[in-house]
């Protein structure tokens, strides 16, 4: 489809289309934050990548000369703003409820969800790679990449660091996965030790800070721990929309043009990474100097590194299996909705 073509396709978008394109936003949220899971490869398989990305180029200096010099609509118009707006709202949502169920279902169902991860990974690859052709460029991409993803899952967990100026770093980094499909910037800030800190126990206390709110009761405000975890998640976000715009400079020339070469390697290195969603593993926490295991500011034990092994035949592992298909076959499906959307 030309420049021509596409424009026209979405200035013609009516009211249900932006609400599926907040649908669609709020998967590509769910992915983010997920630890192994790439929002940008849910991109691609929901067929908004592209638009994603040449959309977050244009906003740059030239757009805000635009914004300045003829206007909000003008502007909106030419960064696509109804559509960004529409995604990043999904992917808003997404950090708010997804938050809170993912806390719970880690807690109580962990072995479960990553069977349902680590399906969903594996559909994915299987879903870029069918589409590729096998030459040995490619192959050879993706074995390298496999090779890549596999050296990083099993690289050791950095301890938590809530210093600010990293947590800035740590949103720059989060929004690869939103960028650059394959590479998840949750299993990224798993890597760096701040996962938990920066998409779980901030976004929960945002969340908890807005229900006070909605209740006026600012009692809570004044703990130390509260306007830590605030303005942990002031910094996040802060580094993520810095990082999203300059990452989207530079890969929307790259991905068109090393489109095949691009998706191998990403294709590969979603393979590699599997063992990052290994479902049968224990978590090791952080010790002091006398054995006890660290508290974080934000009140939980922090893992320092995982410990991953063979399950055994039993019921439990029946279930696992079930939802490995399940998370495989979903992505399947989606791919076979949009094969036929499009023809």
């Not at 200035?11 to 590509?28: A, E, P, Q, W």
């Not at 879903?127 to 050879?140: D, N, V």
């Not at 976004?203 to 306007?227: M, P």
């Not at 479902?279 to 952080?286: D, G, S, V």
Request: aromatic share 14%; hydrophobic share 50%; net charge positive.
């Amino acid at each position: 489809m030309d420049p021509k073509q596409k424009r026209k396709k979405y200035s013609s978008r009516k009211g249900i289309d932006y609400f599926f394109l907040v649908i669609k936003g709020l998967l590509m949220g769910t992915a983010n934050k997920v630890p192994g899971v790439s929002g940008g490869t849910i991109a691609i398989i929901l067929d908004f990548y592209e638009e994603l990305i040449n959309s977050l180029k244009k906003l740059n200096l030239k757009s805000l000369l635009v914004l300045r010099k003829r206007g909000f609509k003008a502007f909106m118009q030419r960064v696509n703003g109804a559509f960004l707006v529409a995604i990043f709202s999904g992917t808003i949502i997404s950090y708010f409820s997804i938050s809170i169920l993912l806390d719970y279902l880690f807690e109580h169902y962990g072995n479960w969800v990553w069977s349902f991860f680590f399906g969903l990974i594996l559909g994915t690859a299987h879903s870029i790679w069918r589409k590729l052709p096998a030459t040995k460029k490619t192959i050879g991409l993706g074995v390298a990449g496999a090779i890549i993803g596999i050296l990083l899952s099993f690289l050791d967990p950095m301890p938590e660091n809530s210093n600010y100026l990293f947590v800035f770093f740590c949103g720059f980094i989060s929004v690869c996965g939103m960028s650059l499909p394959g590479l998840s910037g949750s299993f990224l800030l798993i890597l760096l030790g701040n996962y938990a800190l920066c998409m779980v126990y901030s976004v929960n206390e945002l969340y908890a800070s807005i229900g006070d709110i909605i209740q006026w009761d600012f009692s809570h405000f004044s703990e130390e721990g509260r306007q830590h975890l605030l303005l942990i998640m002031l910094l996040f976000v802060s580094g993520s929309i810095v990082g999203i715009v300059l990452l989207a400079q530079i890969l929307s020339h790259f991905i068109q043009k090393y489109e095949h070469n691009t998706l191998s390697l990403i294709a590969g290195f979603l393979l590699g990474s599997l063992g990052t969603v290994w479902p049968w593993k224990l978590e090791h926490y952080l010790l002091d100097s006398y054995g006890n295991p660290v508290i974080s500011k934000s009140g939980r034990f922090i893992v320092n590194n995982y410990q991953r092994y063979f399950p055994e035949i039993n019921a439990n592992l029946i279930m696992n299996l079930v939802l490995i298909l399940f998370g495989f076959f979903l992505i399947y499906l989606i791919d076979k909705y949009q094969k036929v959307s499009r023809t």
